[in-house]
C-alpha cells in the first residue's frame, strides 16, 4: 500500500486531526481527574477505594495524550495506515444520515418505531446517495424509499414485540403498528 | 475421560432437540450472511439481538449467538475472495490470495478451500475444547483474584498493544473503554461514579450501546463521509471445486493453519487476526518451490487454505477462556459474556458445574453447526453471494434500522439512541485515525471486572501491592504481560516480511 507521490501530494494533512484527537484524550483526562476528586476514597481493607481506577485512568489518558501530541508534533502518528476512502468527507451526505438518526432518536416515542425508522432510513438512504454522487432522489423516489423503510422497519417490530417480547413504542397500543 | 464424553452425549441430547436445531440452524444461516454483508460483524449482531434474552431460554440463546459466531467467519471469506474489501478482519489475509485467484478464474477453488478448511479447522478445535475446557476449568477453580486480575491484565496488554498498528492508540483506546467502564455504580462500595447527575448513566453504559454505536452506525457514517466514490468489483463465481492437486495442496494448510490459530484464540492474546497473519507468512514460507511463484501473483490456494483454517480455530479456541475463566478475548466474545451476564449466570471456572448443561449443550452444537455450515457454505454459495447485490445506501440505511432495535430494545430509552450518534461519531474519527477498537469494548466490559478482582487481591493482601508478585502464578502472569509487550516488536517484523 504505498501510494504514488501524485497521490501523496493530493493526500490531505491529517495532522490537525491526529491533534485534535490527542487533545480529546486530554479532556478526557481532565474530566475523568475532575470526577475523581469528588470520589471518596474510603478504602477499607483493600488499600485502595473506589477512587483508585479513576485516578489511574485519567492519568494514563492523559499520558496517552501528551504522546499523541508530541506524536503530531514530531511528524504525525507512527505507523498510520492510510484511512480507506476519499481524501476528502462528504459533509454533506453525513448531514442527511446524521439528520436520519437523530430525528429517529427524537421522534421514536411520539410517532412509533415503525414511522420513525422508515423516517431514519428515508433520510440516510438520501445522503449515502448524495456520497456515491447519484441524484439524491425527487418525490417519487422519496415515497418509494419511505415505504422500504416500512417494509423493512414493520417486520421487524412484529418479530420484536409479538414474538420476543421486546418492548418498542408504537402510536397505537395494539402492538401492530 | 469417559465423564467428559458423557457429558457430551448429553450435550447432543439438548442440542439435538428440534428447537435448539432450529435455533443453531437460524444462528449459522443468520452468521453467514452478516459474514458475508460488508458492514455487519458478529459482534455487532448479536448486540443487537441482545434484546431476546429476555425471551429466548439461554441454552437456545447462546447456540443461536455462537452460529452466528462462527457463521460469520465462514461467509467473511465468500466477500473476502470475490469482493476483495473483507467481510470481517480475521479473513483479510483470505483476501491476499483468494482475490488474486478469483480473479484468474478459480474463486470456485478459494471458496471449497476456504469452506472445507474451516470446517476441518472448526471441527479440530471444537475436539480440543471438548477435552481441555474441562482441564483447564477444573484448575481454574484454584485461582483467587490475584491471578485474575493479572489473566485480565493480559487480556488488556494483549487486545490494546498487539492488534493493531499503534501500541499508543491502542492503550488510548483501552484507557477510554476502562474510562466509560467506570461510570456508573462501584462494585464493591456502591459508591456512584460519573453520572453527572443523569439517571441513565447509574447502570452504567451498556456493551450493546457501545458496540453498535461504534461499528454499526459508524460503518454507516463513515460510508456516507469517505467511502461513497470507492468502487468495488466484483470477480465471476464459479462452481465450487476443487481438483486433486488442489486438495493434496490445502489440506496441509488446514492443519496448520488449526495448529496455530487454536492456541492463539484460548490465550488471552485475543482475535483472529495474528494467527490468520502468521499462518500466511508460513504457507508462503513453506510452499513447494513450483507454487511459490503463484503467491501475490494468481493466487496460491495455500495461502486460503491455512488463514481460513487459522480463523476459524481461533474464533473456537476464544470460547476455552471464556467458558472456563469468563475472560472473553474478541469483542465478540466479550458480547456473549454480557449476554451470559443478562441470564444471571456468572461465567467462570464454576460454569462447567453449575451450568454443565448449558455449556455440553453448547459445545455439542458448535459441532452440529460446523456441519450446517458446511452444506450453507458449498453448495449454496450462489445463494448468499446474491446479498452483494444488495445497493450500498439500502444496505447501511437498513443497517441503522437495526441498530435502533439493538439499542432502543436493551431499556426503552431514547436518550440511548442519541448516545449511540455521539458513539458513532467517535468510531469514525478513530477509525480515520487509525484508532484500534476493540479494547474499547473489552475495556468495557473487562475494566468493572478486573477493578473487583484487583481490589479483592488488594484486601487478601491486606492493602500491600506485592500480594501480585508473592503468589508464584500471579508474578508468572505479570511476567508474561512483559512479555506480550515486547513480543509485537517482534511480530511486526514477520508481519513486514508476509507483505512484501
New interface residues.
Partial sequence: MNPSPQANAAAPD?RP??L??GIG?LI?AAV?AY?AAA??S?????????D???WV??A??AI??V??IW?VRTGG?????E????AR???R??A???A???L???L??TIG?IL??AL???L??R???????KPIGNLRQTVKDAV??IV??AP?YWL?TK???????GITASGWI | MMDTFNQLLAGFATAGTPINLLWAFAGCALGTAIGVLPGLGPAVTVAMLLPITGQVEPTASMIFFAGIYYGAMYGGSTTSILLNTPGETGTMVTALEGFKMAKSGRAGAALASAAIGSFVAGTIATILVTLFAPMLAEFAVKLGPPEYFCLMLLAFTTVSAVLGQSTLRGLTALFFGLALGLIGIDQITAQVRYTGGILEFMDGIEVVLVAVGLFAVAEALYNALYEGRSEASMNKMNKAHMTRSEWRRSWPAWLRGTAIGFPFGTIPAGGTEIPTFLSYATERKLAAPEHKAEFGTTGAIEGVAGPEAANNAAVTGTLVPLLTLGIPTSVTAAILLSALQNYGINAGPQLFQTSSALVWALIASLYIGNVMLLVLNLPMVGLWVKLLKIPRPQLYAGILIFATVGVYGMRQSAFDLFLMYGLGLLGVVMRRYDFPTAPVIVGLILGPMAEAQMRNALSIGEGSFMVFLQRPMSATLLAVVLVVLVLPRLLARLKGSAAS
Fill in positions: 491529517h486531526g491526529q485534535a484527537m484524550a478526557v475523568l470526577g470520589i471518596p474510603d478504602a477499607g481493607y483493600a488499600g485502595v477505594g473506589p483508585f481506577l479513576p485512568v485519567s494514563a489518558l496517552c495524550g504522546m499523541l506524536e502518528y507512527r505507523h498510520m495506515e484511512p480507506s476512502g476519499a468527507g462528504d459533509w451526505a453525513l442527511w444520515v446524521s436520519g438518526v437523530l429517529n432518536a427524537a421514536i416515542t418505531f420513525s425508522c431514519c432510513f428515508a440516510a438512504v445522503g449515502l446517495r448524495a456520497s456515491e454522487g422500504t423503510g423493512i422497519a421487524v420484536f414474538l420476543l417480547a421486546v418492548n418498542l413504542p
